[in-house]
């Protein structure tokens, strides 16, 4: 009897993926542009995000698609290289607005990309969703076709100005006492942490000893290294995305530097652990997202079940952490299908309305834009690399383990 009913529940599975499989055919097309680094400096989170968005428009598909007027339609993307260059990409999405004649697009990837395309699709009056723009400067600009999904730069690191605060007090000292270096990408993204971190750090009183620009290559720090480690900050912040935290983490060892805390944005993109092993011991990581966190959704379940299911995709991320990027991709796709669904219509506008009135809980985390269109209800969380394991430490409500500190 049992082996009947087995059979008759393999025989119910296979029905249900033939006729999801049958239905996603059936479907028609919504057509999205996205152009994205897929070459160039931004290259490594460029093709993250696009892996993002890709497996959201699959899972999206096998769960029925997105239902608009009694239809059901599919996402596709055009996507166009920009080679990491914003003058490249404005003109592409020019050519996908004019010539491809797409009426939606993904954001690009990095905040001075988002920025060269922004002032295009709002010309044109496409709904943008994207995911990997974050910097604040692109929220006061008046955009109404811009929306974003993950929270602004400017909280990435403050949280470690907090940590170190704190740090200090346990050990009997000022918060005021705390040293502080800071070097950042001469870019609108690092620019706004930079900013986040000064304001932090005036608050408490802090001292900012060093505060350098990276090269524009990002590929040598040393003369900013050499400054830390004859000054001994408390705190040493570094952002130059992925290839600023490979130099970062690849020139600390070198160096051999010894600094309480190290923060440094863009950890988990740049594989600093498979790259570099105990020299990444204990550096804080800025992240939008963590597969520990207690978020969940119908279509991706919860956050360790994204993970899972993404890593299934693709395999070749199956021996580190989903990058953050590949995560708010994803999220930024969905964001799209809950729009088109409560508009219930194809047109531009109406899905702009629907854009402005997102209020949803996702895998990723909660969703819901300001008039300006960032996102407001989504905090930063800091990882510590322990061991060679990024564990969540701040802020605490989210913390799994607890900060390890000093840094040896």
Not at 315 to 326: G, L, N
Request: aromatic share 8%; proline share 3%; glycine share 8%.
């Amino acid at each position: 009897m049992k082996k009947i009913t087995m059979l008759t529940g393999l025989a119910s599975a296979a029905v249900l993926l033939f006729s999801q499989s049958a239905l996603a055919a059936s479907c028609g097309e919504i057509v999205i542009g996205s152009a994205i680094s897929l070459t160039g400096k931004y290259a490594t989170n460029g093709v993250h995000a696009q892996k993002g968005y890709e497996y959201a428009i699959k899972k999206i598909a096998e769960a029925g698609g997105v239902k608009v007027g009694g239809k059901c339609y599919n996402f596709k993307v055009i996507y166009y290289d920009d080679e990491s260059k914003g003058d490249r990409g404005a003109t592409l999405a020019e050519r996908l607005i004019s010539q491809d004649k797409v009426q939606y697009m993904l954001g690009p990837y990095s905040s001075g990309m988002t920025k060269a395309i922004a002032p295009v699709t709002e010309k044109y009056k496409i709904p943008m969703v994207e995911a990997e723009g974050a910097s604040r400067s692109l929220f006061n600009k008046g955009y109404k076709y811009l929306f974003a999904v993950l929270s602004t730069s400017e909280q990435y690191l403050a949280s470690a100005v907090a940590l170190a605060a704190e740090k200090a007090q346990e050990n009997g000292k000022l918060a005021s006492s705390v040293k502080i270096a800071i070097a950042v990408e001469n870019d609108p993204f690092s620019l706004d942490i930079r900013a986040g971190v000064s304001e932090d750090a005036a608050r408490y009183g802090m001292k900012i000893i060093i505060d350098e620009k990276l090269p524009r290559d990002l590929s040598d720090m040393s003369a900013i290294l050499t400054k830390v480690k004859l000054l001994k900050p408390d705190l040493l912040i570094i952002s130059g995305h992925s290839k600023g935290a490979v130099t970062a983490v690849r020139q600390i060892g070198e160096k051999n530097i010894k600094v309480p805390m190290i923060a440094i944005t863009h950890c988990e993109s740049a594989d600093v652990v498979g790259k570099f092993g105990a020299t990444a011991n204990d550096i804080l990581c800025s992240t939008q997202w963590a597969e520990t966190l207690a978020y969940e959704d119908p279509l991706f379940g919860t956050a360790a079940e994204y993970e899972m299911g993404f890593k299934a995709a693709y395999p070749e991320y199956k021996s580190k952490k989903v990058p953050y990027q590949t995560a708010q991709a994803s999220a930024a796709v969905y964001v799209f299908k809950d729009a088109f669904e409560r508009a219930n219509s194809l047109d531009k506008d109406k899905l702009r309305d629907a854009l402005s009135a997102t209020d949803m809980k996702t895998f990723y985390g909660d969703i819901k834009f300001s008039a300006a269109g960032n996102n407001i209800a989504k905090p930063m969380v800091l990882r510590q690399i322990q061991d060679g394991i990024f564990n969540v430490v701040a802020p605490s409500a989210f913390a799994s383990h607890e900060l390890n500190w000093p840094r040896q």
